[in-house]
């Protein structure tokens, strides 16, 4: 059975939100930067990809979409 307590957690109120505030800086992406322990350095940008729901619903992860995406990259001739 769930306990449940006394106190009621506020409400969060989203009525002056703006919807996609924050798209651009995520469609542009972020840079990761890993420095190893032998002071060698990493650069990683990560770029998100935003499927069709029709796409989505064939997909059950990324681990999903890349393995289909790899087996296509087999497929393209190299120049």
Not at 36 to 42: L, N, P
Not at 44 to 73: E, H, M
Request: positive net charge.
């Amino acid at each position: 059975m769930r306990k449940t307590t006394k106190t009621k957690q506020r409400e969060h109120n989203f009525s002056r939100g703006v919807r996609g505030k924050h798209a651009a800086r995520l469609k542009k992406g972020h840079k990761t930067v890993i420095m190893r322990a032998d002071s060698s350095i990493d650069t990683y940008t990560i770029r998100p990809v935003i499927l069709d729901r029709d796409v989505q619903s064939v997909f059950k992860d990324s681990k999903a979409v890349n393995k289909a995406l790899r087996g296509l990259i087999e497929d393209i001739p190299v120049r």
